[in-house]
T-cell receptor, first 116, second 112 residues
């Protein structure tokens, strides 16, 4: 069965620091998809990125970047020059191709607190 | 933003009472999902639907049932609510594998 582990339950940084959120996954499928979602204090879930298992290129979007490494089963998320507005809970999730329902398995989340 | 609404947004009920939560979408997505969010567990799938009248169980389906009679509506029913079902419930929609899911605003349910 698939599993997603976010070992960091809480991280606190000072504004402008860089921060990396770790995500480690387990799956027996060769084709799978990884996702990151953001949940700000207002409570909604915001989709950030989807990556498939055949695309190991790192991705950068503004201050956000993602490092996908199949060799270590990790899909880590880095925020460069953090801002107070980045304060949120971040979830990593996994979906397997064999699963026709496209169900997401979520990690427990990492709460990021960015202090001014 | 995906057009997803959930009702009610907050509900307090007593143990043993039936509760129905509604998810409504205006995006014509085929797939709809119900998750619950509890501290330390992230989100866990309760049930999902892959079409009108087509549903299947998720990881934590015991004590819950669902129905989908129209593309736009997905109902989650707690036949006899228990305190362990106190949680925040999220509905999500998707075009289907391998696409991302878009989430509704959530319903906070408290069972006393």
């Amino acid at each position: 069965a698939q599993k997603v582990t976010q070992a960091q339950t809480e991280i606190s940084v000072v504004e402008k620091e860089d921060v990396t959120l770790d995500c480690v996954y387990e799956t027996r499928d060769t084709t799978y998809y990884l996702f990151w979602y953001k949940q700000p204090p207002s409570g909604e879930l915001v989709f950030l990125i989807r990556r498939n298992s055949f695309d190991e290129q790192n991705e950068i979007s503004g201050r956000y970047s993602w490092n996908f490494q199949k060799s270590t089963s990790s899909f880590n998320f880095t925020i460069t020059a953090s801002q107070v507005v980045d304060s949120a809970v971040y979830f990593c999730a996994l979906s397997e191709e064999v699963d026709a329902g496209n169900m997401l398995t979520f990690g427990g989340g990492t709460r990021l607190m960015v202090k001014p | 933003d995906a057009g997803i609404t959930q009702s009610p947004r907050h509900k307090v009920t007593e143990t043993g009472t039936p509760v129905t939560l509604r998810c409504h979408q205006t995006e014509n997505h085929r797939y709809m999902y119900w998750y619950r969010q509890d501290p330390g567990h992230g989100l866990r799938l309760i049930h999902y639907s892959y079409g009108v009248k087509d549903t299947d169980k998720g990881e934590v389906s015991d004590g819950y049932s669902v129905s989908r009679s129209k593309t736009e509506d997905f109902l989650l029913t707690l036949e006899s609510a228990t305190s362990s079902q106190t949680s925040v419930y999220f509905c999500a929609i998707s075009y289907g594998p391998p696409n991302e899911q878009f989430f509704g605003p959530g319903t906070r349910l408290t069972v006393l």
